[in-house]
């Protein structure tokens, strides 16, 4: 026999049993095969099913959430600068709003001097930015505070409005450029 023969069947016999092993474990190899693919699809399954739960609280979550707040627009242009540096020469800057049962007409030296330029509403607190045209200066204050010896004394952001008070009466500021 030559070199040749002996590798071939040295194959042969490697194959035969090779083939031997998996005729007697192969019930054995597809049964482990079978439990993995099986428990795969109930790990895959309870997955999906906690994606729907969690997707169903966030939809609960997020119509309590529109319940609770308005959504606000916000300014037509965002990049628009706050405070400006270009005056307008209308006179009619300051927009007081009158009692609506008495109509009084109140000095021109009597009346706040501020422009109402942002109101901002935190989780604790509500802050009101302010400007005086005349001399160019601007101030942010929270609800209850004083400036120039006007106390904000009400922050209504759903009709952009704010009151001050000073000697007992009040004096409503809307917010510039409201629509």
Do not use: H
């Not at 439990?35 to 997955?47: L, M, R, T, Y």
């Not at 400006?84 to 006179?91: K, Y």
């Not at 009101?128 to 505070?145: A, D, N, Q, R």
């Amino acid at each position: 026999m030559r070199k040749i023969d002996y590798v071939l069947s040295g194959f042969l016999i490697a194959s035969l049993g090779l083939n031997t092993y998996f005729v007697i474990n192969m019930d054995k190899l597809i049964r482990d095969d079978f439990e993995e693919i099986i428990s795969a699809k109930k790990v895959s399954f309870v997955q999906q099913n906690l994606e729907k739960i969690d997707q169903i609280k966030i939809a609960e979550n997020l119509n309590d959430l529109k319940k609770k707040y308005k959504l606000s627009l916000g300014r037509t242009d965002p990049f628009k600068p706050l405070i400006e540096e270009r005056r307008q020469e209308s006179g009619s800057i300051n927009s007081i709003l009158p009692d609506k049962n008495v109509v009084k007409v109140i000095p021109e030296s009597e009346r706040p001097n501020f422009v109402v330029r942002g109101i901002l509403k935190g989780k604790y607190n509500e802050v009101v930015i302010l400007e005086k045209p005349e001399k160019e200066e601007s101030f942010v204050v929270e609800k209850g505070k004083e400036v120039d010896g006007y106390r904000i004394i009400k922050v209504d952001i759903d009709n952009n409005t704010i009151t001050l008070r000073k000697n007992n009466r009040d004096f409503i500021l809307k917010l510039v450029g409201d629509r």
